[in-house]
């Protein structure tokens, strides 16, 4: 299957501080990727929809400036959580879709604990 | 809104019998059905997927799809203690984009 590369795995920073979470599809030019976030024993819940060379969609209720998404390129998306707040300590999860298929390849996730 | 349900277990079945997953969906529209496994701390693996009524087998995993009854479920035969994790059922809503909306996720525990 394809590969979809995620850094880093863990981040523990302070809060107020600026954390950036790189995805890239190693073997396969994504269009398309989708960024989600999973709380504990909760199921994954898609942020936004980051689109090549376009702004990203993103879901009701998630705002824009703070979760700043950039897919500058056909296999990298990046995500960065502005002015993290320990509220916003969750695990986040790309995904990218190859070609025309349906089915989704998942990064390896990014646990993100904000002190 | 579109709603995926699944029970949140954990089911516990003995190694090497069947597990039987259950999943139902909102969205009559729904066109395309997922299965992934989910280890604790790691991210979804893609398992199995169903687009047609009926039956789909790969391995020791059967999906099974009722869009009448908008349910679908997946099998596990012979189960192992590897397949110990939480499996999540995924639907594609109908002219969603390719966005999958995700169930809560079924916790399964095989034990020996």
């Known amino acids: 299957g394809a590969v979809v590369s995620q850094h880093p795995s863990r981040v523990i920073c302070k809060s107020g501080t600026s954390v950036k979470i790189e995805c890239r599809s190693l073997?396969?030019?994504?269009?398309?990727m989708f960024w989600y976030r999973q709380f504990p024993k909760q199921s994954l819940m898609l942020m936004a929809t980051?689109?090549?060379?376009?702004?990203?969609?993103?879901e009701q209720g998630v705002e824009k400036d703070k979760f700043l998404i950039n897919h500058a390129s056909l296999t990298l998306s990046t995500l960065t959580v502005t002015s993290a707040h320990p509220e916003d300590s969750s695990f986040y999860i790309c995904?990218?879709?190859?070609?025309?298929?349906?089915?989704?390849?998942f990064g390896s996730g990014t646990q993100l604990s904000v002190l | 809104q579109k709603e995926v349900e699944q029970n949140s277990g954990p089911l516990s079945v003995p190694e090497g019998a069947i597990a039987s997953l259950n999943c139902t969906y909102s969205?009559?529209?729904?066109?395309?059905f997922f299965w992934y496994r989910q280890y604790s701390g790691k991210s979804p693996e893609l398992i199995m997927f169903?687009?047609?009524?009926g039956d789909k087998e790969d391995g020791r995993f059967t999906a099974q799809l009722n869009k009448a009854s908008q349910y679908v479920s997946l099998l596990i035969r012979d189960s192992q203690p590897s397949d110990s994790a939480t499996y999540l059922c995924?639907?594609?809503?109908?002219?969603?984009?390719?966005?999958?909306?995700f169930g809560t996720g079924t916790q399964l525990k095989v034990e020996l």
């Open positions: 995904s990218a879709r190859q070609g025309n298929n349906e089915k989704l390849f």
């Open positions: 995924a639907v594609n809503e109908r002219g969603g984009g390719n966005k999958l909306t």
């Open positions: 980051s689109n090549e060379g376009s702004k990203a969609t993103y």
């Open positions: 169903i687009y047609s009524n």
């Open positions: 969205d009559r529209g729904s066109q395309s």
């Open positions: 073997d396969f030019q994504a269009t398309t």
